[in-house]
């Protein structure tokens, strides 16, 4: 099975800050990694896919970007609705897995 | 608009069974890939299952135990849970496949296992 890590587990950031996180992968995906945004009590919605794909009404601030084993995502200014918990999850093989998350606060 | 609309949570004692459901709308259900997702109170999302045509997986956890099915002319998605633990305990999403990313997600029903 692949395995994810995401780093950093949480990110102290404020209203303004250029926030990155990165999804390690145990073996290559390819391009084959989607992130997601879930805040408290909602569902998980996607943000990208395909490593660096926007999806339709996600704010241009996100990015995603990376191949293989490495990816990032990027915040390039945070917003107060961002502070959530992002997930990647891969795509390349099953079982499907998810990284463990990043909690993104307010400093 | 595509909405998927789980139901068939509550509380059941280990070694019990449930069977939950994901009733989708708004798309053509028989030709995407569908998923289970669930999320221990507290914890991250953790992967479940998928039927794509005639292809199904498990994650470790579950296989043996949980069955995943669906009903194209109903347009639903079921997951029937036997032998339930403690360690299911969570909120369980189903969520439509595209390949590349679960780009739509229910809202969630909460199986509880506990005496």
């Known amino acids: 099975d692949i395995q994810l890590t995401q780093s950093p587990s949480f990110l102290s950031a404020s209203v303004g800050d250029r926030v990155t996180i990165t999804c390690r992968a145990s073996?290559?995906?390819?391009?084959?990694l989607a992130w997601y945004q879930q805040k408290p009590g909602k569902a998980p919605k996607l943000l990208i896919s395909?490593?660096?794909t926007l999806q339709g009404g996600v704010p241009s601030r996100f990015s995603g970007s990376g191949s293989g084993t490495e990816f990032t995502l990027t915040i390039s200014s945070l917003q107060p609705e961002d502070f959530a918990t992002y997930y990647c999850?891969?795509?390349?093989?099953?079982?499907?897995?998810f990284g463990p998350g990043t909690k993104v606060h307010s400093k | 608009e595509v909405q998927l609309l789980e139901s068939g949570g509550g509380l059941v004692r280990p070694g019990g069974s449930l069977r939950v459901s994901c009733a989708a709308s708004?798309?053509?259900?028989?030709?995407?890939?569908m998923s289970w997702i669930r999320q221990a109170p507290g914890k991250g999302l953790e992967w479940v299952s998928v039927?794509?045509?005639?292809?199904?997986f498990y994650a470790e956890p579950v296989k043996g135990r949980f069955t995943i099915s669906r009903d194209n002319s109903k347009d639903t998605l079921y997951l029937q849970m036997n032998s339930l633990r403690g360690e299911d305990t969570a909120v369980y999403y189903c969520?439509?496949?595209?390949?590349?990313?679960?780009?739509?997600w229910g809202q969630g029903t909460l199986v509880t296992v506990s005496s």
């Open positions: 969520a439509r496949e595209d390949w590349v990313g679960l780009d739509y």
């Open positions: 073996q290559g995906i390819s391009s084959y």
């Open positions: 039927i794509s045509g005639r292809n199904i």
């Open positions: 999850q891969q795509l390349n093989s099953y079982p499907r897995t």
């Open positions: 708004g798309f053509k259900f028989s030709t995407y890939a």
């Open positions: 395909a490593a660096s």
